[in-house]
Nanobody, 112 residues
Framework: QVQLVESGGGLVQPGGSLRLSCTAA????????MGWYRQAPGQGRELVAR???????DYADSVKGRFTISGDNAKKTIILQMNRLKPEDTAVYYC??????WGKGTLVTVSS
């Protein structure tokens, strides 16, 4: 049974930065298929960033140039570095493994 443990959410000012992490508490083959989604208040869940294969990454257009996904395959951990945050980035951020396993979510609030 795979468990995903997230951390790093919180309150940040517009233009600020935040770093989210997600660790697979049980052994998985690799971080391929892992990624981040978010759900803003009153909105549906949307892709933020994910690993596909061959080291490729996918990003939502709204976060390109501001967010970076990275990972440590040995530790089975992925990171979402969020820079130049905007109020519209406010959401619960969820770590996922191929959409089959989800973390509990971590709340990011961007507000002055």
């Amino acid at each position: 049974q795979v468990q995903l443990v997230e951390s790093g959410g919180g309150l940040v000012q517009p233009g600020g930065s935040l770093r989210l992490s997600c660790t697979a508490a049980r052994s998985i083959r690799s971080i391929n298929g892992m990624g981040w989604y978010r759900q803003a208040p009153g909105q549906g869940r949307e892709l933020v960033a994910r690993f596909s294969d061959f080291g490729r990454t996918d990003y939502a257009d709204s976060v390109k140039g501001r967010f970076t996904i990275s990972g440590d395959n040995a530790k089975k951990t992925i990171i979402l570095q969020m820079n130049r945050l905007k109020p519209e980035d406010t959401a619960v951020y969820y770590c996922t493994l191929s959409g089959a396993v989800w973390g509990k979510g971590t709340l990011v609030t961007v507000s002055s």
